[in-house]
C-alpha cells in the first residue's frame, strides 16, 4: 500500500532482534501493542509508507492524543490527516521502537489495524525470510549479505524505496520508470495515471483481461487489468507474461502526480527474501522457496494465486459472484480445477494456461477446502 506523509561473518555484525510474521492474503502481518495498551493489534508491514498508520475509531479507543495535522499522499489523490507523536510500540518479542509518530486516517484495511512502514529501516538493516517467516534488525556496521542474492541500487525520496524498471506491454514496446518497492500492495506490479496515459499504455497492444479498481485508505481508483509482455527492475532478470495493473481516470487521480511511476507489489515481492540497507542506499534480493512458483491468474470472477506454502488460494474477487454460484472467500484453499490438482498446477504453467484458454461460458469445476477444513465442490463459469 503505498502512503507518504509529505555464508556471513556471525562476528561481524550484531544481530539486534527477531520478530516472527505471518501472512495473512498475501501481506506480511506483525503484532504490536501500543503504549500501556494491552490488546495486541496486527499491522501490515508496508514499505510503500514511510511511517505508521492506524484508523481514527481505534486510535480513540487506545487513547491517542492527537499533536498535529498532516498532508497526506495514498493511491489516487491526497488527504488531511492527524498525527499523534510520542508513542512506544511493543513488537511481539517484546522489542520496543520508542517515541513514534502515528498517522491517523479515516479508515484503513478492514482485516488489519493499520500499518507499520519504513521506520525501522531508518535505524537497522531490515532483513524479511519469507522461508523462516521472521523479519531481523541489524546494525548498519559491518552487516554483511548471504550468498547467492542481486543488489538493487534504490533512491530514497521523502522514505519511499524507488527502483528503476521498464515495462514491456508488447514485445519492443519498452517503456521506462521508477517504481515504489511496496510490500503493503497485494498485486504485481500497478503503473500510475500520469505513466500510463504519457506512455499510452492502454492503446500500446495492452490487453484488458477485467476491470476492478484499488483503494487506499478510501480512495478508489479504477484500474484495468491484464499481462505485460515482461517487466525488468535494475539488475534482476525480465519476469514474463507479468500480471500488470493500469491505473484508468477518474475521481482524484487525473490531476494525481507522485514523484514516481508505479509500485512493485507482493506479487513480484514475496519471491525473494529481501534485505533493506538505506545506510547503502540498496535493497538485497535473494530467490527464496517460491521463486518458481506459477504467478496469479483469473478464471470466472476470481483471481488464483498460490502463497508461499505452495497452496492454491482464492486472492480475491475481480467481479460480482453471479447468484448461481457460490461465493469463494479470499484465502479459500482450492485442492483441484477441472480434475487438475493443485500439485499438478504448480509443477506446469501449461495446465494453468489451458484453463485461462478454455471459451467463455465454460463451466469450471471447483475443489476445495471449508473453513471446518472439510472438502468441498463448486463450479464458476468462466
Avoid at 495473512?24 to 499491522?43: A, C, F, M, T, Y
Avoid at 541489524?138 to 521498464?166: A, R
Avoid at 495446465?351 to 478454455?358: E, F, H, M, N
Avoid at 473453513?371 to 463450479?379: G, I, L, M, V
Wanted: charged fraction near 15%.
Amino acid at each position: 500500500m503505498l502512503l507518504l506523509f509529505l555464508g556471513i561473518n556471525a562476528s561481524a555484525q550484531k544481530l539486534i532482534t527477531t520478530i516472527p510474521f505471518e501472512m495473512v492474503h498475501g501481506s506480511i502481518v506483525l503484532k504490536v501493542k501500543i503504549n500501556q495498551n494491552e490488546k495486541p493489534l496486527r499491522l501490515l508491514f508496508d514499505t510503500g509508507a514511510d511511517g505508521m498508520a492506524i484508523n481514527k475509531s481505534l486510535a480513540d479507543s487506545l487513547g491517542l492524543k492527537i499533536t498535529r495535522s498532516n498532508n497526506a499522499s495514498v493511491v489516487g489523490g491526497n488527504m488531511k490527516i492527524e498525527v499523534s507523536d510520542g508513542n512506544d510500540v511493543q513488537l511481539e518479542n517484546g522489542f520496543v521502537l520508542k517515541n513514534q509518530g502515528i498517522a491517523i486516517f479515516p479508515q484503513m484495511r478492514d482485516h488489519l489495524d493499520g500499518l507499520i512502514g519504513n521506520t525501522m529501516t531508518k535505524h537497522y538493516v531490515v532483513k524479511v525470510d519469507f522461508n523462516k517467516y521472521q523479519l531481523s534488525l541489524f546494525e548498519f556496521d559491518q552487516y554483511e549479505y548471504e550468498k547467492g542474492g542481486t543488489i538493487v541500487p534504490i533512491t530514497i525520496p521523502s522514505g519511499l524505496f524507488i527502483i528503476p524498471g521498464n515495462v514491456e506491454i508488447v514485445a519492443g514496446k519498452s517503456s521506462s520508470g521508477n517504481f515504489v518497492f511496496d510490500s503493503g500492495a497485494s498485486y504485481n506490479l500497478i503503473c500510475f495515471r500520469p505513466f500510463v496515459r504519457q506512455n499510452k499504455l492502454l492503446t500500446s497492444g495492452f490487453q484488458p483481461e477485467y476491470q476492478a479498481s484499488t483503494v487506499s485508505m478510501g480512495i478508489a481508483s479504477p484500474t484495468f487489468n491484464g499481462k505485460a509482455n515482461s517487466f525488468s527492475f535494475a539488475n534482476t532478470a525480465p519476469i514474463k507474461n507479468l500480471p500488470l495493473t493500469l491505473m484508468a481516470g477518474g475521481g482524484q487521480n487525473e490531476n494525481w502526480n507522485p514523484s514516481f511511476d508505479g509500485s512493485i507489489g507482493m506479487g513480484i515481492i514475496s519471491r525473494y527474501n529481501f534485505t533493506i540497507n538505506r545506510k547503502k542506499n540498496e535493497i538485497y534480493l535473494v530467490p527464496n522457496h517460491s521463486f518458481h512458483y506459477p504467478l496469479s491468474f483469473n478464471l470466472g470472477s476470481y483471481l488464483f494465486g498460490f502463497n508461499l506454502k505452495g497452496e492454491l488460494e482464492v486472492q480475491g474477487a475481480i467481479k460480482a459472484t453471479p447468484t448461481n454460484e457460490t461465493v469463494l472467500k479470499p484465502g479459500t484453499k482450492i485442492t483441484a480445477i477441472n480434475n487438475i490438482s493443485a500439485n499438478a498446477l504448480i509443477k506446469d504453467q501449461k495446465k494453468i494456461d489451458q484453463l485461462k484458454a478454455l471459451p467463455n461460458q465454460s463451466i469450471i469445476s471447483i475443489n476445495y477446502v471449508d473453513e471446518n477444513n472439510e472438502p468441498q465442490k463448486t463450479s464458476l463459469t468462466k
